[in-house]
Nanobody, 127 residues
């Protein structure tokens, strides 16, 4: 099974940028979708972005136009470039890999379609 490993989190001022990485450990992401979700203090985990094996990308409404997801299949790594960061982007960011192949845009946003989750990386945006 694949184990996503996140890196790149940290503390940044509002308006700044961070780039998160998600590397595959154990096996490759293969052709399956990979997504980013985030969780601020509270019970809800929010969809951030996802990408298919052929680079179709999807974004949550709150990050569209500011964040960009990409993948390097040769390096088994998915990236999340975060620009124009806001204090409300503060959260633990999780990378998740699907364990099945799907193409429906609806499925990319659903947490239960992702079977493998990383430990998360903290992103803190100061005002």
């Amino acid at each position: 099974q694949v184990r996503p490993v996140e890196s790149g989190g940290g503390l940044v001022q509002a308006g700044g940028s961070l780039k998160l990485s998600c590397a595959a450990s154990g096996r490759t992401f293969n052709t399956y979708p990979v997504g980013w979700f985030r969780q601020a203090p509270g019970p809800e985990r929010e969809f951030v972005a996802a990408i298919s094996w052929n680079d179709d990308s999807y974004y949550g409404a709150s990050v569209k136009g500011r964040f960009a997801i990409s993948r390097d299949n040769a390096k088994n790594t998915v990236f999340l470039q975060m620009n124009s960061l806001k204090p409300e982007d503060t959260a633990v960011y999780y990378c998740a890999a699907a364990n099945l192949y799907f193409t429906s845009p609806y499925y990319f946003r659903q947490q239960d379609k992702y079977g493998y989750w990383g430990q998360g990386t903290q992103v803190t945006v100061s005002s």
